[in-house]
């Protein structure tokens, strides 16, 4: 019996063991903090910053950093104490300062309602410098250049890159200019007029200028897309853009289709055409156009009579090189063959 009994009076204090201490009162409500623990100069929000933990969060807010569980308490957004990002915005509430209470305030989204608007990219910077390389449009009586090939430092007849050769000029240059070398090809004409409205011209290659003797320059050939030989002419060098934003010309515009590059019968998207508008027409590199293909004249099968069909949009271009009268084009978008004659109008801006 005696044993009985210490073996119970064992058990219960065992079991008192398990018991909240005295001061469990104050635990009652796990977010309890002194209003004296805040510190006075405490600033709305707090942002956490890189590196911060809900410690030093703890240390800062309630001058002693192991109230950082009554944060977490506090907080139930906080899945891990160990993580809290930047950005964060933690609010005092002055309403539970005697809880010591740290509430999270989640900003509201906001729907801005405005007219959608559509931002042209730039022109492909690649598909614009591979079409002016080879290719040139010059106006009428420019072709025969500023000065031309005269010869090379060995009496080779042609001639590539990295040559030294020499050169003659129309005028004074400055050593360190450079030039396009070049040849005349066709003369373009209006389709509808045939009034010539300029010179098409193929690029050779470049030539820097490195010194002058008397009435002969020296050059060196700094680019050869071909071999360049005597008499070649030169003009100076074409400095391309390569951030050609895109703009819609104002005013009504009408004009047609010159050439197409490499005289190939039918043109599609991204080849080089010339068209008859230019800056006399208020064109800048850049300029948004539509090409057209004009209408068949059919029979009314009912009436006998002639009939013209509407001209209906078969693509886009945008001006690369605008001249006075004429301008060299990227077609950027065509849904059929565009050929010489088709008409040129204003592309509808989207």
Known sequence: ??????????????LSLTF?????????????????DVKADLPQPYVVKKGDTLWDIADYFFKDPYKWIKIWEQNLYITNPDLIYPGNKIWFNARQQQQGGLTMVTPEPQIVIKTVERLEGEVDSSLLLTALARQDFIQPGQDSGVGYILDSEDKRIHYGINDRLYLKMNG??????????????????DPRSGELVGMLV????QIEITSQAGDVYRGL????????????????????????????????????????RGDAA??????????????????????????????RIITDRMTGEPVSL?????????????????????????????????????????
Do not use: W
């Open 1 to 14: 019996m005696k044993l009985r009994y210490l073996y119970i009076a064992g058990l219960i204090s065992c």
């Open 20 to 36: 909240p201490p005295a001061q469990a009162d104050v635990l009652e409500l796990p977010g309890v903090v002194s209003v004296h």
């Open 172 to 189: 004074t240059v400055p050593a360190g200019s450079v030039f396009d070398v070049f040849r005349s090809t066709d003369p373009i004409r």
């Open 202 to 205: 193929k690029h050779l290659g």
């Open 221 to 260: 050939v700094s680019k050869a897309f071909e071999e360049l030989e005597r008499g070649d002419r030169l003009k100076p060098a074409r400095i391309v853009d390569p951030h050609i934003v895109v703009s819609y010309p104002e005013g009504q515009l009408a004009g047609s289709v010159l050439y197409i």
């Open 266 to 295: 039918e043109a599609g998207q991204n080849q080089v055409i010339g068209i008859s508008l230019g800056l006399q027409d208020g064109l800048k590199a850049g300029a948004a156009l539509s090409v057209h293909r004009a209408g």
């Open 310 to 350: 509407p001209e209906e949009g078969i693509g886009e271009i945008r001006v690369l090189v605008p001249q006075q009268s004429a301008s060299i084009a990227l077609i950027t978008k065509s849904t059929g063959p565009i050929n010489i004659g088709d008409s040129i109008r204003n592309a509808v801006r989207r």
